[in-house]
Antibody, heavy 123, light 106 residues
Framework: QVQLQESGPGLVKPSETLSLTCTVS????????WSWIRQPPGKGLEWIGY???????NYNPSLKSRVTISVDTSKSQFSLKLTSVTAADTATYYC?????????????????WGRGTLVTVSS | SYDLTQPPSVSVSPGKAASIACSGD??????ASWYQQKPGQSPVLVIY???KRPSGIPERFSGSNSGNTATLTISGTQAMDEADYYC?????????FGGGTRLTVL
C-alpha cells in the first residue's frame, strides 16, 4: 500500500526558503504524477504545483515565481522549495498522488494524500 | 484564471439528503472531483470523474455535473459525514479547488 510522508522544518523565518520533502513508500514514484497542496489555518485548499511523471512540472500561476518542485527517484522522494516566504505562506503542506487520464475534459484528481505538515513562517 | 464557487455552509438533519453545489463556467465540460476533510485530518477523495466513488466510500455519496454546476449529494446523511467538502477541477493545465463547504449535521 502506497504511503506518503511529508518532512521538513516546522518553522521558517520570513524572506527565507521553505523546503519540504515527500517520501513515497510502497510503490514506484515514477509510475505516477505528484503534487503539493497547502492549506492556511482555518482556510481552504490551494494547489501549489505538480510533477508530471518525473518529467516536467507546472505551478500555480500565483506562486510560480517562487516555487520549484523536483524529484529524486533514487530516494523515492519529491521536494518543494518556496522562496522569499512571508507569514501568508504559513500553512499545512500536503503532498498528494495525482491520477491523470488523457481526456478532452481534463481528468485530473488526487487519490492519495500525506498527513500534512504545518509550516509556520515567523521570526 | 478559472474559479469554482461553493456555498460556505450547508446544514442537514440526520437521515436526510444533503446537496453541495460547486459552480464554474462550463464546469459540465470538465471533470469534477470532491474531497471530504474532517478536522485535523487530510482530505479524502469521495467522488472522481463527476460521479464515481473510490473503493471504500459509502454508496450514500453520489455526484453529478452538468452545465455550470457540479453537485455532491449525500443521501441518508450521518453524523460522521459532518466535515468540510471541496470540489476540484482541472483547467488549462492547472488545478483549481473550490473554497470549501462546511456540512453540519444538526
Amino acid at each position: 500500500q502506497v504511503q506518503l510522508q511529508e518532512s521538513g522544518p516546522g518553522l521558517v523565518k520570513p524572506s527565507e526558503t521553505l523546503s519540504l520533502t515527500c517520501t513515497v513508500s510502497g510503490g514506484s514514484i515514477s509510475s505516477y504524477s505528484w503534487s503539493w497542496i497547502r492549506q492556511p489555518p482555518g482556510k481552504g485548499l490551494e494547489w501549489i504545483g505538480y510533477l508530471y511523471y518525473s518529467r516536467s512540472t507546472n505551478y500555480n500561476p500565483s506562486l510560480k515565481s517562487r516555487v520549484t518542485i523536483s524529484v529524486d527517484t533514487s530516494k523515492s522522494q519529491f521536494s518543494l522549495k518556496l522562496t522569499s516566504v512571508t507569514a501568508a505562506d504559513t500553512a499545512t503542506y500536503y503532498c498528494a498522488r495525482v491520477v491523470s487520464v488523457p481526456s478532452s475534459r481534463g481528468n485530473w484528481y488526487f487519490d492519495l494524500w500525506g498527513r500534512g505538515t504545518l509550516v509556520t513562517v515567523s521570526s | 484564471s478559472y474559479d469554482l464557487t461553493q456555498p460556505p455552509s450547508v446544514s442537514v438533519s440526520p437521515g436526510k439528503a444533503a446537496s453541495i453545489a460547486c459552480s464554474g463556467d462550463k464546469l459540465g465540460q470538465k471533470y469534477a472531483s470532491w474531497y471530504q476533510q474532517k478536522p485535523g485530518q487530510s482530505p479524502v477523495l469521495v467522488i472522481y470523474e463527476d460521479d464515481k466513488r473510490p473503493s471504500g466510500i459509502p454508496e450514500r455519496f453520489s455526484g453529478s455535473n452538468s452545465g455550470n454546476t457540479a453537485t455532491l449529494t449525500i443521501s441518508g446523511t450521518q453524523a460522521m459525514d459532518e466535515a468540510d467538502y471541496y470540489c476540484q477541477a482541472w483547467d488549462s493545465s492547472t488545478v483549481v479547488f473550490g473554497g470549501g463547504t462546511r456540512l453540519t449535521v444538526l
